[in-house]
């Protein structure tokens, strides 16, 4: 088992984000999480990653408690947030040796695989400007590389893919889709659902704290596609009728 989530609760203030939260995630999986604005993903993931608290249950990682060992957690997994935090006054070749040294990685082996993503990423030309002045893709490209450098058991990625050119997208769904072959777990929250749909073995579907459905994906879809299942469970409108109204208004 890669990840056990069980009966997990966690509170901003007074607010509830989730809600007796249980989930398991084998190994070598690449487990999607889908979910409207402020279902409680980036509260998940975060926690999962070992870099957020939580107020009830438990949560192991490769074995490992959460709650009493999140620099444990650390160790083990990548994670790649929506908006990449990075030292802008690095290059990335910079940044990308810093998190090798402080991964403990053996400098030849950082480098070699550093070398290697940038140049499946198309990312040479900026090795050295400072990240500072890069695009949001290209900064996001970044981030997801320094994610890999130890390569982690672990990798969870929260919208991480959204701000990828189509050709660095490609790369790398096919790059999780071996990693995963490997033996990786992989997690990722997005809302491109035709991404959730090609790409994941699980899917589970947040709204307010909570699952409303969960499973193999393609058990999900048998009869129809993830945009119409997320909708169902999700919408508090019919869209038809929302999107009629907007017309009538726009005239």
């Known amino acids: 088992m890669s990840i056990r989530v069980q009966s997990l609760s966690k509170f901003y203030g007074e607010k509830e984000v989730l809600s007796d939260f249980s989930m398991e995630i084998q190994d070598g999986e690449i487990y999607g999480i889908l ?6 993903k980036t509260t998940l993931l975060k926690i ?4 957020a608290q939580f107020d009830r249950g438990s949560v ?4 490992i408690d959460a709650k009493i060992d999140q620099i444990g957690v650390r ?29 403990e990685i ?10 290697d993503l940038t140049r499946a990423f198309g990312m040479g030309e900026y090795n050295d400007q400072f990240i500072g002045s890069l695009s949001f893709g290209t900064r996001q490209k970044v981030s997801i590389i320094a994610s890999l450098i130890h390569a982690p058991k672990i ?12 050709q660095s997208a490609k790369i790398f769904r096919d790059l999780l889709r071996s990693l995963a072959e490997d033996g990786m777990t992989v997690v990722f929250s997005t809302h491109i659902l035709e991404i959730a749909e090609n790409v994941c073995d699980e899917i589970a579907i947040m709204k307010a704290g909570k699952i409303v459905a969960e499973g193999r994906t393609a058990d999900l ?14 919408s ?12 009538g208004t726009l005239r």
């Open 35 to 40: 979910g409207p604005n402020g279902s409680g």
């Open 48 to 51: 999962m990653a070992g870099i």
């Open 60 to 63: 192991t990682v490769n074995g």
């Open 75 to 103: 160790k083990i997994v990548g994670y790649v947030p929506e908006t990449p935090y990075l030292y802008e006054s690095l290059t990335p070749y910079e940044y990308f040796s810093f998190i090798g040294s402080i991964r």
């Open 106 to 115: 053996p400098k030849d082996v950082a480098e070699r695989r550093a070398s």
């Open 155 to 166: 990798l969870i990625l929260d919208e991480s893919i959204n701000g990828l050119d189509p």
């Open 221 to 234: 879809l048998k009869e129809r596609n993830l945009e119409d299942v997320f909708i169902d469970l999700t």
């Open 236 to 247: 508090t409108e019919d869209v038809s009728s929302v999107v009629s109204a907007l017309r």
